[in-house]
């Protein structure tokens, strides 16, 4: 994976800082000994040439080779899927089979299929992300696959992970975006290729949970307005798509265990259980209606 590239990087660059530390040291030590002697002019120039000016040319242009060589590895051809992951004010669009403009600007478009704060990667496959952000700089970090790569409005980077281990891992976003910075969390899900072709058509259909009161109080209390289902005439763009919510493991972007509970807790307590964030809480919902929301969108697997 990207990150055993990272770590072996950073290995080598502390063994150097180590190596050179101790040479240092031992200069500084040597030197101030009663009994050194003091060089004569030429010897010292000659430390001083090799001491201070080769020996550092020599070192540093060398890990900066070793550090160059690994940044093209990020950057190389994928054969896994593309998608696109747009770091919002404080949640993660996701969009699967994205052509590929990251974010908003698909979502906008209708491209891609849509989903949030929980990726899915097929297995020893070279994924390309396509990272973007229309508001501020976020950072993606999953420190046990690849990063930190930013996502910056106006611009898109790419950044090409290969999972080799099958497994759960957790991201995070790893640049000061606002007040609930802490709490953009993500799950990066490492599937087989079957199982991750699954999830994309499981994700790419409309919802069949339409029969339920609490779709009703969606659409009357207008939900809809900042968040769609497909199938419903919900087709708010503004925060995460909805459709398959309950799929996911967590909600409000890594912060509660995904279940109608919680569900209700954060509708009516949003900005209590995430301070900063762009939703308002919707307190002011009659409880049965809130209990209803929350059981149809925990319904939607
Ligand atoms: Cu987004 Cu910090």
Redesign the pocket.
């Known amino acids: 994976m990207e990150s055993d590239r990272v770590l072996g990087l950073f290995w080598v660059m502390l063994a150097g800082a180590v190596a050179i530390w101790l040479f240092v040291m031992g200069i500084s030590v040597y030197a101030t000994r009663s009994e050194s002697r003091p060089l004569s002019d030429k010897a010292g120039q000659r430390f001083i040439l090799w001491g201070g000016v080769a020996f550092p040319v020599v070192v540093l242009t060398a890990l900066l080779v070793f550090g160059l060589r690994l940044m093209p590895e990020f950057r190389a051809p994928a054969d896994g899927p593309r998608i696109a992951v747009s770091?919002?004010?404080?949640w993660w669009r996701v969009h699967y089979n994205t052509p590929d403009t990251p974010g908003v600007a698909k979502a906008l478009s209708g491209e891609g299929v849509p989903s949030a704060n929980e990726i899915w990667l097929p297995v020893n496959r070279r994924s390309e992300l396509l990272l973007g952000s229309p508001d501020?700089?976020?950072?993606f970090w999953v420190p046990n696959i690849a990063g930190k790569t930013d996502?910056i409005p106006g611009r898109i980077n790419r950044l090409v992970v290969e999972p080799t281990k099958l497994g759960l891992y957790n991201g995070?976003?790893?640049?000061?975006?606002?007040t609930?910075?802490?709490q953009?969390l993500f799950r990066v899900r490492v599937v087989s290729q079957e199982e991750f072709d699954a999830k994309v058509a499981a994700e790419a259909a409309p919802t069949s949970v339409l029969d339920h009161p609490g779709r009703i109080a969606f659409e009357r209390n207008g939900c809809g307005a900042c968040h769609a289902v497909r199938g419903t005439d919900s087709a708010g763009l503004v925060g995460p798509d909805l459709t398959h919510l309950a799929s996911r493991q967590t909600l409000g972007a890594g912060i509660l265990d995904m279940n109608p509970d919680n569900i209700m807790r954060f509708v009516a307590l949003t900005e209590h259980e995430k301070p900063g964030v762009e939703m308002p809480s919707f307190s002011m919902l009659p409880r049965d209606e809130l209990r209803q929301i929350a059981e149809w969108l925990g319904a939607l697997k």
Not at 87 to 90: A, L, M, P, Q, V
Not at 136 to 139: N, R
């Open positions: 770091g919002e004010r404080f501020v700089i976020h950072s996502t995070i976003c790893a640049e000061f975006c606002g609930a910075h802490a953009m």
